[in-house]
């Protein structure tokens, strides 16, 4: 069965979410995951939107394009402000969260501000939003992203969103004691972080990608395993549940 590497995207990101945890999610691709997970294998997953939403059943068709927007509020089982939302998180009461960039490097720290110098930059971009709070704040973040060179590169131009900062205990040593970026998830595979290091790795490549497509397609050496597994392909039901939530193809494309 054919699919997008958005779809692509959405069902590996869905898969890493634990039944009982509660995610962070941003519109798009991140909310089409906990949605896809909650209707399969993660039926208490609670689902936290950053305008303070919390536990939302959002309708197939339905999709909000932005975090306020009131479709996704039907049937929530909480309503809060903002700055709540972002309070439960330092609190730790969110477990995973879900970021995208522009950039992303080696230790897994995440550019959504600017391309080239911050004071002449090249590309100015829309900044932080809420995401340099989620992975300052959630136990886990995962980060997902189409993979090419140009956004994995050695280090960002810009850290809007720390990872390992400088890798080692860097992160801990800049002030952030909780929290950490746990995977990278791409069109072409799944990425970790060394224990030790906290540098890049790769993990598992998706079903006719290999580890040196991926390495030509990453501006860092990427270690890899001498045999590197290939995850499972979207499933069928998977991906009939992911179109019906997106008829019109607005984010599947």
Same mark, same amino acid.
């Given at each position: 069965m054919s699919y997008s590497d958005a779809e692509l995207l959405t069902v590996m990101a869905a898969r890493r979410l634990d039944d009982g945890t509660a995610v962070f999610a941003g519109v798009g691709i991140p909310l089409l995951a906990a949605i896809l997970a909650r209707h399969?294998? #993660? !039926?208490?997953l609670m689902i936290?939107?950053?305008g303070g939403i919390f536990d939302p059943e959002? &309708? !197939?068709g339905r999709l909000p394009i932005s975090t306020n927007e009131m479709r996704v509020a039907h049937r929530a089982l909480m309503l809060t402000g903002i700055t709540d939302t972002f &309070?439960? #998180?330092q609190r730790g009461f969110l477990d995973v969260g879900f970021i995208g960039g522009a950039q992303v490097d080696r230790f897994g720290n995440v550019n959504s501000s600017v391309i080239g110098p911050y004071d002449h930059p090249k590309v100015? &971009? !829309? /900044?932080s939003g809420g995401a340099n709070d989620i992975i300052s704040l959630c136990r886990e973040v995962i980060v997902v992203t189409t993979h090419e060179a140009r956004r994995f590169v050695p280090r960002v131009d810009f850290i809007t969103s720390p990872g390992f900062v400088d890798g080692g205990d860097s992160r801990k040593a800049a002030g952030l004691h909780f929290g950490k970026v746990s995977g990278v998830v791409t069109n072409l595979g799944?990425? /970790?972080f060394d224990e030790r290091t906290r540098t890049m790795r790769l993990e598992a490549v998706h079903p006719g990608v290999t580890a040196e497509m991926v390495q030509q397609a990453t501006g860092f050496e990427l270690p890899a395993p001498d045999v590197v597994p290939t995850t499972d392909p979207p499933t069928a039901a998977e991906l009939d549940l992911l179109r019906s939530l997106d008829p019109d193809r607005r984010l599947l494309r």
């Open positions: 399969t294998h #993660a !039926p208490r936290v939107v950053e959002v &309708l !197939p &309070l439960y #998180a100015r &971009l !829309p /900044g799944i990425m /970790g």
